[in-house]
T-cell receptor, first 114, second 112 residues
Framework: GENVEQHPSTLSVQEGDSAVIKCTYS??????FPWYKQELGKRPQLIID?????GEKKDQRIAVTLNKTAKHFSLHITETQPEDSAVYFC?????????????FGKGTHLIIQP | DAGITQSPRHKVTETGTPVTLRCHQT?????MYWYRQDPGHGLRLIHY???????DKGEVSDGYSVSRSKTEDFLLTLESATSSQTSVYFC???????????FGPGTRLTVT
């Protein structure tokens, strides 16, 4: 089955700086890579996703890049703000096999220092 | 919130008792999932359903069973709860024929 590794487990950055979270996956059949943000006591919220037919996707201050050859993808947050503090999860799955569910990384606790 | 609710939201139960968690959706989504979330493990898939009476096992299905007799309800049952099943349980759905998953609010289960 799929295995998703996520690094780092904790990331502390100064407000206004950029943050990068990296994930690797093992199954070459995976072609869908979402990122979720989870605030304390809340549900995971989908913030951005990328499919394997594109290399990069951007939405305001967040972007995701994908390297299919190396089987890794990354989340980039620029101009970080206090409200970006949360746990972020990457995941991998196969569209069309969406019924099989997603495989998640173990999460990154992002701390924005004022 | 993709029209997903979970009940109960919090439950404390004793070891050996049966427990059923309910996921209810109002938008006729075909695919539904149960995950558990534990510190250091992220979210792990327990069971999923691709239609009424159609279910399959996920990564951590031992000790759990599911049923889906109606499109809108997906039930997760712990036949005999153990302390290792103390966790936060999330239900999720995918919308239409896509793959994007959206989560319910979660159920915090404590087995004493």
């Amino acid at each position: 089955g799929e295995n998703v590794e996520q690094h780092p487990s904790t990331l502390s950055v100064q407000e206004g700086d950029s943050a990068v979270i990296k994930c690797t996956y093992s199954d070459s059949a995976s072609n869908y890579f979402p990122w979720y943000k989870q605030e304390l006591g809340k549900r995971p919220q989908l913030i951005i996703d990328i499919r394997s037919n594109v290399g990069e996707k951007k939405d305001q201050r967040i972007a995701v890049t994908l390297n299919k050859t190396a089987k890794h993808f990354s989340l980039h947050i620029t101009e970080t703000q206090p409200e970006d503090s949360a746990v972020y999860f990457c995941a991998a799955g196969a569209s069309g096999g969406g019924a099989d569910g997603l495989t998640f990384g173990k999460g990154t606790h992002l701390i924005i220092q004022p | 919130d993709a029209g997903i609710t979970q009940s109960p939201r919090h439950k404390v139960t004793e070891t050996g008792t049966p427990v059923t968690l309910r996921c209810h959706q109002t938008e006729n989504h075909r695919y539904m999932y149960w995950y558990r979330q534990d510190p250091g493990h992220g979210l792990r898939l327990i069971h999923y359903s691709y239609g009424v009476k159609d279910t399959d096992k996920g990564e951590v299905s031992d000790g759990y069973s599911v049923s889906r007799s109606k499109t809108e309800d997906f039930l997760l049952t712990l036949e005999s709860a153990t302390s290792s099943q103390t966790s936060v349980y999330f239900c999720a759905i995918t919308v239409a024929e896509g793959i994007e998953q959206y989560f319910g609010p979660g159920t915090r289960l404590t087995v004493t």
